[in-house]
DNA sequence: CTCCAGAACA
DNA sequence: TGTTCTGGAG
């Protein structure tokens, strides 16, 4: 199915998608630090957390705790106190415990061994903070390739060797960075759960749109 | 593969 | 109130 994809189409995504993506960065104070402690630890503050609560959070952490060694000093860190998922703040103790052992690694299968750090945390971070190729899939990257595509998803989709390699594809070697803050841009503004088609420049050739338009499930 | 947390949603 | 979601872990 994927195979017969045309190289025009996925050349149409890509190329609308980092133009978009270039004219709406929103520039969260993690997409910019030096300081990689800090950038895996706004990763766990984003799971499942809407980006804009996170901001004030993550400043103050930063101020709080330059380094792991300062984080793990506090007995009674609070960090998610205001954010939810307070279990994250074991797991971050745990994260600030490992890294005052050892290097931050700068590849997958090592980062993945980090307590915390999955699959989607090690790709972000390889691509978005060390400008390293690496696919980044969650559960927006599954939706609006699915979407515009048009194949059906669930929620076991994200671990599916087709839908990875695809998504391999898809992610461009060069531009990496680019297209995949493009895509958590696109996905949170746009290609939401309740998709923005209206506002969607990607709209003329996207499956899921001609869906609605033909009034189809 | 299944299970988990626990907030968000219906 | 029950169900869904989602990245990590077992």
Same mark, same amino acid.
């Given at each position: 199915?994927?195979?017969?994809?045309?190289?025009?189409?996925?050349?149409?995504?890509?190329?609308?998608?980092?133009?978009?993506?270039?004219?709406?960065?929103?520039?969260?104070?993690?997409?910019?630090?030096?300081?990689?402690?800090?950038?895996?630890?706004?990763?766990?503050?984003?799971?499942?957390?809407?980006?804009?609560?996170?901001?004030?959070?993550?400043?103050?952490?930063?101020?709080?705790?330059?380094?792991?060694?300062?984080?793990?000093?506090?007995?009674?860190?609070?960090?998610?106190?205001?954010?939810?998922?307070?279990?994250?703040?074991?797991?971050?103790?745990?994260?600030?415990?490992?890294?005052?052992?050892?290097?931050?690694?700068?590849?997958?299968?090592?980062?993945? &061994?980090?307590?915390?750090?999955?699959?989607?945390?090690?790709?972000?971070?390889?691509?978005?903070?060390?400008?390293?190729?690496?696919?980044?899939?969650?559960?927006?990257?599954?939706?609006?390739?699915?979407?515009?595509?048009?194949?059906?998803?669930?929620?076991?989709?994200?671990?599916?060797?087709?839908?990875?390699?695809?998504?391999? &594809?898809?992610?461009?070697?060069?531009?990496?960075?680019?297209?995949?803050?493009?895509?958590?841009?696109?996905?949170?503004?746009? *290609?939401?759960?309740?998709?923005? *088609?209206?506002?969607?420049?990607?709209?003329?050739?996207?499956?899921?749109?001609?869906?609605?338009?033909?009034?189809?499930?």
């Amino acid at each position: 199915m994927l195979t017969q994809l045309s190289n025009q189409k996925i050349e149409f995504f890509q190329l609308n998608l980092i133009n978009w993506g270039s004219n709406h960065f929103v520039d969260f104070p993690w997409r910019y630090t030096e300081n990689h402690w800090h950038a895996l630890a706004a990763e766990i503050m984003l799971q499942r957390t809407n980006a804009n609560q996170v901001i004030n959070v993550y400043k103050e952490f930063c101020e709080k705790y330059p380094s792991p060694e300062d984080y793990i000093d506090d007995k009674a860190p609070n960090t998610f106190n205001s954010l939810g998922l307070k279990w994250r703040e074991e797991l971050l103790q745990k994260l600030a415990y490992f890294l005052t052992l050892q290097e931050i690694p700068k590849n997958k299968k090592e980062l993945i &061994k980090l307590p915390g750090v999955g699959e989607y945390i090690a790709a972000a971070f390889l691509s978005l903070h060390l400008n390293i190729i690496a696919t980044i899939i969650d559960s927006n990257v599954v939706r609006v390739y699915g979407r515009f595509f048009g194949f059906p998803t669930d929620s076991e989709t994200r671990r599916k060797k087709w839908f990875i390699e695809f998504a391999n &594809k898809l992610t461009p070697l060069d531009n990496h960075r680019r297209y995949n803050y493009a895509v958590i841009d696109f996905t949170r503004e746009i *290609c939401r759960p309740k998709p923005q *088609c209206h506002r969607c420049l990607l709209n003329k050739y996207c499956s899921f749109n001609f869906r609605e338009k033909r009034g189809e499930k």
